[in-house]
T-cell receptor, first 115, second 113 residues
Framework: KQEVTQIPAALSVPEGENLVLNCSFTDSAIYNLQWFRQDPGKGLTSLLLIQSSQREQTSGRLNASLDKSSGRSTLYIAASQPGDSATYLCAVRLREETSGSRLTFGEGTQLTVNP | GAGVSQSPSNKVTEKGKDVELRCDPISGHTALYWYRQSLGQGLEFLIYFQGNSAPDKSGLPSDRFSAERTGGSVSTLTIQRTQQEDSAVYLC???????????FGQGTRLTVV
């Protein structure tokens, strides 16, 4: 059974800092990995999707990396802003045909960026 | 609409009543997923639809839960004889094809009193 772990569970940083959020998964036979953010009381917003054949993806101040063999992904946020405050979730899709296309989620990292 | 739409956004129901939650996926998306997010917990997979294939119902927690997807578009999640432990945010997502980027709706917050 795929398990996804996110460390740290919570993180508080001053505005302007660069930061890294970590995601690890137990089954390396993934199809892809997706990072989301969730604001309080809201749904999930897709940030980045990394295919298993890719090493990283970038979108603006966000950079996500994937090391499939070690079962790890990181989300790097540059020059953090108070508006980045949210819960960040990573989710993986297994290659198993029988599991279909379900995403398995981590518990999330709650990020607070202080002005 | 441009995104995944869910209704209602909030639902309060009495224990024992049935509820229906609706999801309108992004137009043209063939895959549709339902997840549940309980307070302070992660997202729990419930059910997955892909085109005309049989749905993956392996995540449904009990036989009180069912879902259908009509015409390959709108989906309805039905919870019969609701219990207090059913209180959660129910999230729907869709993706263009199998294994492509998933987009989520804003969720339905269900409270069973």
């Amino acid at each position: 059974k795929q398990e996804v772990t996110q460390i740290p569970a919570a993180l508080s940083v001053p505005e302007g800092e660069n930061l890294v959020l970590n995601c690890s998964f137990t089954d390396s036979a993934i199809y892809n990995l997706q990072w989301f953010r969730q604001d309080p009381g809201k749904g999930l917003t897709s940030l980045l999707l990394i295919q298993s054949s890719q090493r990283e993806q970038t979108s603006g101040r966000l950079n996500a990396s994937l090391d499939k063999s070690s079962g790890r992904s990181t989300l790097y946020i540059a020059a953090s802003q108070p508006g980045d405050s949210a819960t960040y979730l990573c989710a993986v899709r297994l290659r198993e045909e029988t599991s279909g296309s379900r995403l398995t989620f981590g518990e999330g990292t709650q990020l607070t960026v202080n002005p | 609409g441009a995104g995944v739409s869910q209704s209602p956004s909030n639902k309060v129901t009495e224990k024992g009543k049935d509820v229906e939650l609706r999801c309108d996926p992004i137009s043209g998306h063939t895959a549709l997923y339902w997840y549940r997010q309980s307070l302070g917990q992660g997202l729990e997979f419930l059910i997955y639809f892909q085109g005309n294939s049989a749905p993956d119902k392996s995540g449904l927690p009990s036989d009180r839960f069912s879902a259908e997807r009509t015409g390959g578009s709108v989906s309805t999640l039905t919870i019969q004889r609701t219990q207090q432990e059913d209180s959660a945010v129910y999230l729907c997502a869709s993706s263009l094809q199998v294994n492509t980027e998933a987009f989520f709706g804003q969720g339905t917050r269900l409270t069973v009193v």
